[in-house]
């Protein structure tokens, strides 16, 4: 099992930046993705960034040149600076890690955390 917990979110105006952290715990060996996930009213969900082992990113089209992931494995965290906000970007954001034990694929969320960009 693994636990991820997400901080950072917040309220903010349009223009301005946040930077979201997720902290993974527990059987962490051998996760093989990290990345994030968000959530408007009255959408679907769109998986923002995300980071394979190896390194490479990829970003949903609406965020690429404004938002950034990156990953510290020494804490077992992904974070997600988030620049340029604009109020289409209010949704809660989810982390997520994809871990592959044993040939089975397991998907675990976090909480969540409310991003609110104001015009």
């Known amino acids: 099992q693994v636990q991820l917990v997400e901080s950072g979110g917040g309220m903010v105006q349009a223009g301005e930046s946040l930077t979201l952290s997720c902290v993974a715990s527990?059987?962490?060996?051998?996760?093989?993705?990290m990345g994030w996930i968000r959530q408007a009213p009255g959408k679907k969900n769109e998986l923002v960034a995300d980071?394979?082992?190896?390194?490479?990113?990829d970003y949903a089209e609406s965020v690429k040149g404004r938002f950034t992931i990156f990953r510290d494995h020494a804490k077992n965290s992904v974070y997600l600076q988030m620049n340029s906000l604009k109020p289409e970007d209010t949704a809660t954001y989810f982390c997520?890690?994809?871990?592959?034990?044993?040939?089975?694929?397991?998907?675990?969320w976090g909480q969540g955390t409310q991003v609110t960009v104001s015009s």
């Open positions: 997520r890690a994809l871990q592959v034990v044993q040939g089975t694929l397991y998907d675990y």
């Open positions: 527990g059987s962490v060996d051998d996760i093989a993705q």
């Open positions: 980071m394979r082992s190896g390194e490479n990113a």
